[in-house]
């Protein structure tokens, strides 16, 4: 028995859907057939036409046809998915806080190995994949982990009996380059093999003209190993090693607008220091800057005195055994994965010869109409900004999980696990001044500060560090009942149980204890604050389902389903407070309803879904200004509701031409949410404030009620044309994508002037040549033919320095693409 047969007893539907579909030119008059997907989308190996869930599938040979490299490509083929740096979105379900703390919305399995961190997107263009499903939904009484607005599954090539192998060699633009090798076969009767290596290099797509030097680069070597035993005729076992390193000069911080240049004078009874905007703790480093920002005229231009740079590692190991007794299948699945990652920039965005910090020509009001140059206070005048921002991370993440699936010759089966989770991760964020002088600076004016405490003798502005330990419990089961030979209803249950040991140490400059004041914290005499917090959740979920065949070519199924995240921890958030901030659990009723079918004699294949989620709880991103440094924390939305339809499609217009796509709706509102928005209070009442006048309300509770969900835009779709023939003893084929994602907000607030990302759209072209015994291939590929960089995560201004930063979508890339297999 094995897991494609448990499904047997059902009427197949052999016309894979969407744009999973495996089209391939089959004879010299590139006749089109659709093939047969399966995924392990709900544990059970199981057609994609007949698969109970709204998932898209891209197999290798999907993912060549349409160029899916990296997760910007998975997002133009995947309704309802957005992918942002460190956040995923589903339905507009995501990651809150990428601080520690908080749980990822989306979770992401690689053979069946949950992680928190996205960069298994980024190793190798999916060498060694064999298949990538994107779930919608949530996943909760077959998958080890809560992942409570949809899965992302990577499930590796296995080992093959025979000798095989494929060599790709890559050229494009921006230095782009591609070497990769994978080979396959037996060691011995029992023993295959599979191994694979990859190197991928392009140079930077922003020009630093301080220095010449290029930022926003690529680059990633990957190893992978990986051994099938047959044990014995029942008994098997795998081990897959995986070596993955990243160092490069990332992007320094994209920052569009102009910068802020104008001098603040200060009044001491304002709390309001020479050069420091209120309950703010340093200067703004662009004031009396003699030079525009670059990237204002060009995006992809900065002028900083220090080249960024980030290391990556993770190192990997999969283990899976099973034992297949025909009526059913016992089976384990542990990983352990050791993640490292260090990242620093120049956060001033500008070079020191630039500088305008100039204590001189600051005001300092002694009294009511008696002002003397800051100067007089700091004895210094120019002393140029050098401002680094540190930040690394370092995680071992360890489960164990095993299965009871059964296969019997009966109307009943069932699925069984025992999960456990285990993950203890550190991280440290820092804001650092380089420059001695302005740290003598600061010393001189903390004489001034009311209480004030000594400044970091190293330049420390903000430091935080923080540790935590997250171990998860859960057991599930799910009955499916055959109540007919075409209408299967599945009930599941699943017990979780989190817990979360957290703790946090953070310096703030000037931050200190009022002795009127008893809610402050820290020592008078000491600015460093230590907290520590352990809690614990549990919760019982379920879901109810009914799958329906109406006939070889047509299926339906709806559920009902609730799912759960753990509560956290705003680790690393300085605030007022001795207790660090926890954020309650997140509960879900969700309903959705699918129809699967093959219309006009097989030549139409669609898929369709509509769902509706009742949210309590629902965890939200918020930026916070607390103790006068602005920090990502998240909160709690009391209810919120969303509901949407997608739609897939794959349709033949005739032996040559084909047409793939797809598009989403996703409604999203919250119900009941009350929150402060601390962020757009500080740059109306502050010294950022351009003499606009100031609304008292933006400062108080603001009711949120109506606002959308972030990252959830609200209309997504893309459009395939693939073309195939065959010419001079050559198969042809060509493919030209159109791609559109609708405006959405980055925050709760839904500030059009702070949050909004404008919709985007994208169009991609390749055409390839192959051999007809498909031994060799070569590819012309041109992705974003317009060459726009659209803003893909966009984050709050800086009440420090008022500059907001943005993650943005490549520029325009081409190449060529040559595979070779053996």
Same mark, same amino acid.
């Given at each position: 028995?094995?897991?494609?047969?448990?499904?047997?007893?059902?009427?197949?539907?052999?016309?894979?859907?969407?744009?999973?579909?495996?089209?391939?030119?089959?004879?010299?008059?590139?006749? !089109?057939?659709?093939?047969?997907?399966?995924?392990?989308?709900?544990?059970?190996?199981?057609?994609?036409?007949?698969?109970?869930?709204?998932?898209?599938?891209?197999?290798?040979?999907?993912?060549?046809?349409?160029?899916?490299?990296?997760?910007?490509?998975?997002?133009?083929?995947?309704?309802?998915?957005?992918?942002?740096?460190?956040?995923?979105?589903?339905? $507009?379900?995501?990651?809150?806080?990428?601080? =520690?703390?908080?749980?990822?919305?989306?979770?992401?399995?690689?053979?069946?190995?949950?992680?928190?961190?996205?960069?298994?997107?980024?190793?190798?263009?999916?060498?060694?994949?064999?298949?990538?499903?994107?779930?919608?939904?949530?996943?909760?009484?077959?998958?080890?982990?809560?992942?409570?607005?949809?899965?992302?599954?990577?499930?590796?090539?296995?080992?093959?009996?025979?000798?095989?192998?494929?060599?790709?060699?890559?050229?494009?633009?921006?230095?782009?380059?591609?070497?990769?090798?994978?080979?396959?076969?037996?060691?011995?009767?029992?023993?295959?093999?599979?191994?694979?290596?990859?190197?991928?290099?392009?140079?930077?797509?922003?020009?630093?003209?301080?220095? $010449?030097?290029?930022?926003?680069?690529?680059?990633?070597?990957?190893?992978?190993?990986?051994?099938?035993?047959?044990?014995?005729?029942?008994?098997? *076992?795998?081990?897959? =090693?995986?070596?993955?390193?990243?160092?490069?000069?990332?992007?320094?911080?994209?920052?569009?607008?102009?910068?802020?240049?104008?001098?603040?004078? &200060?009044?001491?009874?304002?709390?309001?220091?020479?050069?420091?905007?209120?309950?703010?703790?340093?200067?703004?480093?662009?004031?009396?800057?003699?030079?525009? *920002?670059?990237?204002?005229?060009?995006?992809?231009?900065?002028?900083?005195?220090?080249?960024?740079?980030?290391?990556?590692?993770?190192?990997?190991?999969?283990?899976?055994?099973?034992?297949?007794?025909?009526?059913?299948?016992?089976?384990?699945?542990?990983?352990?994965?050791?993640?490292?990652?260090?990242?620093?920039?120049?956060?001033?965005?500008?070079?020191?010869?630039?500088?305008?910090?100039?204590?001189?020509?600051?005001?300092?009001?002694?009294?009511?109409?008696?002002?003397?140059?800051?100067?007089?206070?700091?004895?210094?005048?120019?002393?140029?900004?050098?401002?680094?921002?540190?930040?690394?991370?370092?995680?071992?993440?360890?489960?164990?999980?095993?299965?009871?699936?059964?296969?019997?010759?009966?109307? =009943?089966?069932?699925?069984?696990?025992?999960?456990?989770?285990?993950?203890?991760?550190?991280?440290?964020?820092?804001?650092?001044?380089?420059?001695?002088?302005?740290?003598?600076?600061?010393?001189?004016?903390?004489?001034?500060?009311?209480?004030?405490?000594?400044?970091?003798?190293?330049?420390?502005?903000?430091? $935080?560090?923080?540790?935590?330990?997250?171990?998860?419990?859960?057991?599930?089961?799910?009955?499916?009942?055959?109540?007919?030979?075409?209408?299967?209803?599945?009930?599941?249950?699943?017990?979780?149980?989190?817990?979360?040991?957290?703790?946090?140490?953070?310096?703030?400059?000037?931050?200190?204890?009022?002795?009127?004041?008893?809610?402050?914290?820290?020592?008078?005499?000491?600015?460093?604050?230590?907290?520590?917090?352990?809690?614990?959740?549990?919760?019982?979920?379920?879901?109810?389902?009914?799958?329906?065949?109406?006939?070889?070519?047509?299926?339906?199924?709806?559920?009902?389903?609730?799912?759960?995240?753990?509560?956290?921890?705003?680790?690393?958030?300085?605030?007022?407070?001795?207790?660090?901030?926890?954020?309650?659990?997140?509960?879900?009723?969700?309903?959705?309803?699918?129809?699967?079918?093959?219309?006009?004699?097989?030549?139409?294949?669609?898929?369709?879904? !509509?769902?509706?989620?009742?949210?309590?709880? =629902?965890?939200?991103?918020?930026?916070?200004?607390?103790?006068?440094?602005?920090?990502?924390?998240?909160?709690?939305?009391?209810?919120?509701?969303?509901?949407?339809?997608?739609?897939?499609?794959?349709?033949?217009?005739?032996?040559?031409?084909?047409?793939?796509?797809?598009?989403?709706?996703?409604?999203?509102?919250?119900?009941?949410?009350?929150?402060?928005?601390?962020?757009?209070?500080?740059?109306?009442?502050?010294?950022?404030?351009?003499?606009?006048?100031?609304?008292?309300?933006?400062?108080?509770?603001?009711?949120?009620?109506?606002?959308?969900?972030?990252?959830?835009?609200?209309?997504?779709?893309?459009?395939?044309?693939?073309?195939?023939?065959?010419?001079?003893?050559?198969?042809?084929?060509?493919?030209?994508?159109?791609?559109?994602?609708?405006?959405?907000?980055?925050?709760?607030?839904?500030?059009?002037?702070?949050?909004?990302?404008?919709?985007?759209?994208?169009?991609?072209?390749?055409?390839? &040549?192959?051999?007809?015994?498909?031994?060799?291939?070569?590819?012309?590929?041109?992705?974003?033919?317009?060459?726009?960089?659209?803003?893909?995560?966009?984050?709050?201004?800086?009440?420090?320095?008022?500059?907001?930063?943005?993650?943005?979508?490549?520029?325009?890339?081409?190449?060529?693409?040559?595979?070779?297999?053996?």
């Amino acid at each position: 028995m094995t897991l494609n047969n448990c499904r047997s007893k059902r009427s197949p539907l052999y016309l894979a859907t969407l744009l999973a579909a495996g089209i391939m030119p089959t004879t010299a008059t590139a006749q !089109v057939v659709l093939e047969e997907i399966i995924v392990v989308s709900t544990r059970d190996e199981s057609s994609l036409m007949e698969t109970s869930a709204s998932v898209s599938a891209f197999d290798s040979d999907t993912r060549d046809l349409l160029g899916i490299d990296n997760a910007q490509d998975l997002v133009v083929h995947s309704p309802s998915l957005v992918i942002a740096p460190s956040r995923i979105s589903i339905r $507009g379900v995501g990651r809150p806080n990428i601080a =520690l703390g908080s749980d990822p919305g989306v979770g992401i399995y690689w053979d069946g190995i949950y992680s928190t961190e996205n960069d298994i997107f980024g190793f190798a263009n999916f060498l060694d994949i064999e298949r990538v499903e994107v779930l919608r939904g949530p996943q909760g009484t077959l998958f080890g982990r809560n992942s409570i607005g949809g899965a992302i599954n990577f499930i590796s090539k296995q080992p093959t009996v025979e000798w095989s192998g494929e060599v790709t060699a890559e050229l494009g633009n921006h230095d782009y380059t591609v070497g990769q090798g994978l080979v396959s076969g037996p060691l011995t009767d029992k023993l295959t093999m599979l191994g694979a290596i990859s190197e991928i290099k392009r140079s930077g797509f922003q020009d630093n003209i301080a220095n $010449g030097k290029d930022h926003d680069q690529a680059e990633s070597q990957y190893a992978t190993l990986h051994f099938f035993h047959e044990t014995t005729e029942s008994w098997s *076992n795998s081990i897959k =090693l995986v070596n993955r390193e990243s160092n490069i000069r990332p992007e320094t911080a994209y920052a569009p607008d102009p910068f802020v240049t104008d001098y603040i004078d &200060a009044t001491l009874d304002a709390g309001n220091l020479p050069g420091m905007y209120p309950d703010n703790n340093f200067a703004n480093p662009n004031q009396g800057q003699t030079t525009d *920002n670059p990237a204002v005229r060009d995006i992809d231009k900065v002028s900083v005195d220090r080249d960024p740079y980030q290391d990556n590692q993770r190192k990997q190991i999969i283990v899976i055994s099973e034992y297949d007794a025909d009526d059913y299948l016992i089976k384990y699945t542990g990983g352990y994965t050791e993640f490292d990652f260090e990242l620093d920039y120049d956060a001033d965005l500008l070079t020191q010869a630039d500088s305008g910090l100039d204590w001189s020509q600051m005001q300092f009001e002694l009294f009511p109409g008696v002002s003397v140059p800051a100067s007089r206070i700091t004895g210094l005048s120019l002393t140029p900004a050098d401002i680094t921002r540190p930040f690394s991370q370092e995680a071992d993440f360890t489960s164990h999980e095993i299965q009871f699936i059964t296969n019997y010759d009966s109307s =009943l089966n069932f699925t069984t696990g025992l999960y456990y989770y285990n993950s203890d991760e550190a991280q440290e964020l820092a804001f650092i001044e380089n420059n001695p002088d302005v740290v003598a600076a600061y010393t001189a004016l903390a004489a001034v500060v009311p209480g004030g405490l000594p400044v970091n003798p190293d330049g420390d502005l903000f430091r $935080g560090t923080s540790q935590l330990d997250t171990t998860s419990y859960a057991v599930y089961g799910q009955m499916d009942w055959d109540w007919t030979d075409q209408t299967t209803i599945t009930f599941g249950l699943r017990y979780s149980y989190d817990e979360k040991e957290g703790q946090d140490t953070t310096f703030v400059q000037y931050v200190y204890e009022d002795a009127t004041d008893p809610g402050l914290i820290g020592d008078p005499t000491d600015n460093v604050v230590e907290r520590k917090i352990d809690e614990d959740w549990d919760k019982i979920t379920w879901r109810l389902g009914v799958d329906h065949i109406l006939d070889e070519n047509h299926f339906l199924y709806a559920f009902a389903a609730t799912g759960y995240r753990s509560g956290g921890f705003n680790l690393m958030n300085p605030t007022d407070n001795s207790d660090v901030g926890t954020v309650d659990p997140e509960d879900l009723l969700s309903f959705e309803a699918g129809y699967k079918g093959s219309l006009m004699d097989g030549r139409l294949n669609v898929g369709t879904a !509509v769902y509706y989620y009742d949210y309590t709880d =629902l965890q939200v991103l918020k930026s916070d200004v607390v103790n006068g440094v602005p920090l990502t924390s998240y909160e709690n939305a009391a209810e919120a509701e969303a509901y949407g339809l997608e739609a897939e499609f794959s349709a033949l217009v005739n032996e040559y031409v084909s047409l793939t796509g797809n598009y989403s709706y996703n409604n999203t509102e919250y119900k009941d949410f009350d929150s402060i928005d601390t962020t757009a209070c500080q740059l109306a009442s502050g010294a950022l404030n351009d003499g606009s006048p100031v609304d008292p309300a933006i400062c108080d509770v603001q009711d949120l009620s109506g606002n959308n969900f972030i990252y959830a835009p609200e209309h997504k779709a893309s459009l395939n044309t693939v073309v195939m023939w065959t010419m001079i003893d050559l198969d042809w084929t060509a493919v030209l994508t159109y791609q559109y994602t609708d405006e959405q907000y980055s925050n709760a607030f839904n500030n059009d002037d702070y949050d909004l990302i404008d919709s985007r759209d994208r169009i991609d072209a390749r055409i390839s &040549a192959a051999s007809q015994d498909e031994t060799w291939e070569v590819t012309a590929y041109i992705k974003n033919i317009e060459d726009n960089r659209e803003v893909t995560l966009r984050d709050r201004p800086s009440t420090v320095s008022g500059v907001n930063t943005v993650a943005l979508t490549d520029p325009q890339m081409y190449g060529v693409k040559f595979k070779y297999k053996f």
